[in-house]
């Protein structure tokens, strides 16, 4: 099992673009999760999906962040525009039924914003 | 100004020792916790899990111990090795409904000492 992948490992950007970050999902997992990882606020939940809708998304920070998951082996999460302050590690994860099964997490995605 | 990051826990001790990481907990609602590890720069991976209905669980070289009373939290890592040098979260599940959310904490910073 080639595990959860994300796509870019690291994005440097400028202040106003706008970053695209990828995940496949470990095949035939139901859920999907995007987490943000910072120093001063740890790893946090942005959004998850159950079978390819967004269940929750109340930890997306504001509108300027949009996740979507057209199939159930892709999503994206994307930042239009980008702020410095939204430098950070981006973190996908799947996990099979989700409310007490593994989470499995990708490698991350690190994101400078200049 | 620059922002002041998080200082995490540190325990450091000799390889071969055994090893115990704390974490408390607030919600008394939760009844799933998880440990992950994290290595440097890669995505946090699933070490063992606990429900609330049990007090403790072992399993590699692992062992986690529940306390639900003062709402701690604990893992203790045997014959610890320089492979287990990583951060280490804690996080917690809150009871029902469709809430798959995990709240992690903040992290503890093992260094093993060869």
């Known amino acids: 099992d080639a595990g959860v992948i994300q796509s870019p490992r690291h994005e440097v950007t400028e202040m106003g673009q706008e970053v695209t970050l990828r995940c496949k999902p470990i095949?035939?997992?139901?859920?999907l999760f995007w987490y943000r990882q910072t120093m001063m606020r740890g790893l946090e939940l942005l959004i998850y999906f159950n079978n390819n809708v967004p269940i929750d998304d109340s930890g997306m920070p504001e509108d300027r962040f949009s996740a979507k998951m057209p199939n159930a082996s892709f999503s994206t999460l994307k930042i239009q525009p980008s702020e410095p302050r939204d430098s950070a590690v981006y973190f996908c994860?799947?996990?099979?039924?989700?409310?007490?099964?593994?989470?499995?997490f990708g490698p991350g995605t690190r994101l400078t914003v200049l | 100004g620059e922002s002041v990051g998080l200082h995490l826990p540190t325990l450091s001790v000799q390889e071969g020792d055994n090893s115990i990481i704390n974490c408390a907990y607030s919600?008394?609602?939760?009844?799933?916790f998880i440990w992950y590890k994290q290595e440097s720069g890669k995505g946090p991976q699933f070490i063992i899990d606990i429900r609330s209905n049990m007090d403790k669980r072992q399993g590699q070289r692992v062992t986690v111990l529940l306390n639900k009373t003062v709402k701690h939290l604990s893992l203790q890592i045997a014959a610890t090795q320089p492979g287990d040098s990583a951060v280490y979260f804690c996080a917690e599940k809150s009871r029902g409904g469709s809430n798959y959310k995990l709240t992690f904490g903040k992290g503890t910073l093992l260094t093993v000492n060869p």
């Open positions: 919600n008394s609602a939760s009844d799933y």
């Open positions: 095949s035939g997992h139901d859920y």
């Open positions: 994860a799947s996990s099979r039924q989700g409310s007490t099964d593994t989470q499995y």
